[in-house]
């Protein structure tokens, strides 16, 4: 799978009383596409992933991928630090026909090495579309460090990393 070259991560936007507003979160996916963006991540960080609900998520993620349809790939925000909530999370999100999801070290927990390895292949057994880990220690505690994710590049749709250490060093 190939996300394209250029990824943006998304706002997701509200209406005046808080409400996740659908209809501008597809004008806006549409738009972006239609400017230079390959794909869109769908309720990462930066579209106020730890703020919305379940349901907001899924609502979100089916009016963005019915909106673009074929004219972009849409990458969903799927992480959290229960391995379990994830699993079930992403078995819903599947119907969808989302083209990836990113999902981020797991968080507060600061699992093991092999805690993390354990966490995305769990994932990636579940998940039909690729994945894209999130490293970034700065928020999640603990660092995915290179041995590990040279291991979980075995597992065949872990395929993509969006690193956020800061570290050229490491990720070299």
Do not use: W
């Not at 993620?61 to 994830?86: L, M, P, R, Y």
């Amino acid at each position: 799978m190939h996300f394209g070259r250029v990824i943006t991560a998304m706002v997701t936007p509200f209406t005046k009383d808080g409400k996740v507003n659908y209809d501008k979160a597809q004008e806006l996916a549409l738009h972006l596409l239609a400017n230079g963006s390959d794909a869109l991540v769908i309720s990462g960080t930066t579209g106020e992933s730890p703020s919305l609900t379940y349901d907001e998520t899924f609502r979100l993620f089916t009016a963005v991928k019915e909106a673009v349809g074929d004219k972009g790939a849409i990458i969903g925000g799927a992480g959290s630090n229960c391995t379990g909530e994830i699993i079930e999370h992403i078995k819903a999100y599947n119907k969808i026909g989302l083209d990836g999801y990113l999902s981020v070290v797991p968080y507060y927990n600061k699992p093991t090495q092999e805690g993390i390895y354990r966490h995305f292949k769990a994932l990636a057994e579940v998940a039909e579309a690729p994945i894209m880990v999130y490293n970034i220690p700065g928020r999640t505690g603990i660092n995915l460090l290179p041995d590990t994710l040279a291991r979980m590049a075995a597992i065949p749709n872990i395929v993509a990393l969006k690193e956020s250490t800061g570290n050229a060093d490491q990720i070299s």
